[in-house]
């Protein structure tokens, strides 16, 4: 079944059951009713009136017929009514599950407003109160206790179209801690983003909770949390299950590619390398999340002039997200034609106990690459006793770059951004943790301390300020502007594995887009608006890349730009099946 057409007026030839998991020969068993209950299948008032007398849909629907954008109108209305966030939430994931194609027509026309809704900061929220608003399923729950039953769950037939899975077992989401099965948001929103930026058809995507417990003892005592009631698991049972998991994933989709979202920092970056050469697979942590930041660096280059090699990067959370950072920045240096232990040393990975220094108890392998040679550090001045904090580094190092993922709203005071602005005339600083609550800074506090020098973007939407006696808006800095166009080019041409150079391909092809390369007064990112489109660039180059690598096992002879545009699904009301007339009601 092909499900995929470029632009929303060419949809022609479309059914209405293009890309529905159920067999074609089986479409006209369906009854009105079944249609309307599937969020894929429904129009609602948008049925015609021949399509009703065809499903026998007169009478479970009110008489009027509406077109599409009739009903984005009226949704768009409803959701500026809701009273809060989260009660926009609830309204969008209510309509997501209703119909989906009105869902995203509504979520495209509109994806600067509601991102910020789908996705982070409101996502965190709607976590949270994931038991307390349930509704309708989504996806699959694989909880521990349901092992051996992995294989038939997802043998169901409604599954064998799925091309990309979201996963996630809840353990670190955002920068809120544990969540157990409310950590579901997670998948649900970052695959709404796949569909809405990346155009890849909802019923190919497939949102998965791994359920190994949780020890959020708020979700244990509460009698209405959803997931199960049990401490989390880990250590070599939860290894097994996740090994259970891999392997049915492997059989039941040979191509599909498999993202791993919000795992804790001991099993992120070892997951990651224990499945990345196995199967077609990326966390969006801490690739997508380097992907995006060594983007938003490279765009800064047009406005601060610093290039590449110079550039002297200090980053503040040395997690997995922060030396995926770090690492994918260090092979851009290095790629662009620095010593690479020289290109080692311009890193300074700031973690709980100050600055990461060679020999320190309980590094992990991950970060031992970016921590600083004890030589390196012995003449500094200090300014406090005890471990080498960010303002020594800001103060000896004197960094170009600042960049935080730590969760840790505040990171970024007033003293260390004084400091670094002290020492470079345009400073980039990104305070990217997530939600908005956990941010290392405000930029407008960041411009107010650099007396507007600073070079910012951030990880959630903050509001618009003056700069220059101009409204400007910050930089979002997410994720989002890499992960659906690497997906995209990455089924396009059924890659095998998700392999660094195609992240770094997406990462370049950002700052090609950057209206910073045109306009140094401009922002360092194309804006929310525009995702769409640079998913399809960011899809192009990944796909490209891949074939460069070997790594692609179709269409490495075809145009890619046309397969890719052809892949890209619009929210819009197909028509009724092909060969079908009123004659044969």
């Known amino acids: 079944m092909d499900w995929h057409h470029s632009g929303r007026p060419d949809c022609m030839g479309q059914s209405i059951f293009a890309g529905y998991q159920m067999p074609i020969n089986r479409r006209t068993q369906l009854s009105g009713y079944q249609i309307l209950n599937d969020p894929i299948l429904n129009k609602g008032t948008a049925f015609t009136d021949v399509e009703r007398d065809y499903w026998h849909l007169h009478g479970l629907l009110p008489p009027s017929v509406s077109i599409l954008e009739e009903q984005v109108g009226r949704r768009y209305k409803a959701f500026r009514a809701q009273r809060s966030d989260l009660d926009k939430y609830i309204f969008l994931r209510s309509l997501q599950d209703t119909n989906e194609t009105l869902f995203y027509s509504l979520l495209v026309d509109h994806l600067e407003e509601m991102m910020p809704i789908v996705y982070t900061p409101t996502v965190g929220l709607g976590c949270q109160r994931f038991s307390e608003i349930y509704r309708k399923p989504r996806g699959l729950f694989l909880s521990l206790p349901h092992k051996d039953r992995i294989r038939q769950i997802l043998s169901h037939p409604r599954y064998d179209n799925i091309e990309v899975i979201v996963v996630t077992d809840g353990e670190r989401i955002l920068g809120l801690g544990d969540q157990g099965a409310g950590g579901m948001g997670i998948p649900i929103g970052k695959l709404s983003l796949y569909t809405g930026c990346g155009g890849i058809h909802p019923a190919a995507t497939l949102p998965i909770m791994l359920d190994v417990g949780t020890d959020n003892a708020q979700c244990l005592s509460d009698p ?14 939860y290894d097994a299950f996740i090994e259970e998991f891999v392997s049915a994933v492997h059989e039941r989709w040979p191509h599909v590619l498999l993202q791993w979202e919000d795992f804790a920092k001991g099993n992120a970056t070892r997951l990651l390398e224990k499945y990345r ?65 020289k290109a080692r040393r311009n890193f300074y990975l700031v973690d709980r106990d100050g600055l990461l220094l060679q020999g320190m108890n309980g590094l992990a392998t991950f970060q031992m690459p970016f921590a ?13 006793d005890g471990p080498i904090s960010l303002f020594d580094v800001m103060a000896n190092a004197k960094p170009t770059v600042l960049i935080g993922v730590s969760g840790q709203h505040g990171a970024f005071g007033e003293a260390v951004v004084r400091e670094m602005a ?6 980039a600083i990104f305070p990217l943790s997530n939600p908005t609550s956990q941010a290392e800074a405000d930029p407008a506090d ?65 700052a090609e887009l950057s209206p910073a390369r045109a306009n140094p007064d401009a922002n360092l990112l194309p804006p929310v608006s525009a995702l769409r489109d640079t998913a399809r660039h960011v899809a192009f180059a990944v796909a490209n890349q891949a074939i460069a690598e070997g790594l692609a096992t179709s269409n490495t002879d075809s145009d890619l730009m046309a397969i890719i545009d052809r892949r890209m699904w619009w929210p819009v009301y197909a028509p009724l099946p092909s060969g079908f007339s009123p004659e044969t009601l």
Request: charged content about 15%.
């Open 224 to 237: 209405l949390y959803v997931g199960w009631h049990h401490h989390r698991v880990s250590g070599p049972e």
């Open 277 to 341: 050469h196995r199967l077609c697979t990326f966390n969006d942590d801490v690739q997508g999340t380097a992907a995006v930041a060594t983007g938003a660096v490279l765009s800064a280059i047009a406005v601060t002039g610093i290039p590449m090699a110079d550039q002297r990067i200090a980053v503040v959370g040395a997690g997995s997200a922060g030396c995926g950072i770090s690492d994918l920045l260090l092979k851009t240096m290095i790629s662009d034609g620095v010593d690479p232990e």
């Open 372 to 384: 600083q040679p004890r030589e390196a550090v012995a003449n500094w001045v200090r300014h406090h």
């Open 422 to 427: 002290r020492h470079v005339k345009r400073p």
């Open 446 to 510: 960041l411009l107010a301390w650099t007396d507007g020098r600073a070079v910012v973007g951030t990880g959630s939407p903050f509001p618009a300020t003056t700069r220059n006696g101009r409204p400007f808006t910050f930089d979002q800095t997410n994720n989002s502007y890499i992960f659906p166009g690497v997906g995209l080019g990455a089924i396009s041409v059924q890659a095998t594995r998700i392999s660094d150079g195609m992240f770094m391909a997406a990462a370049r092809v950002l």
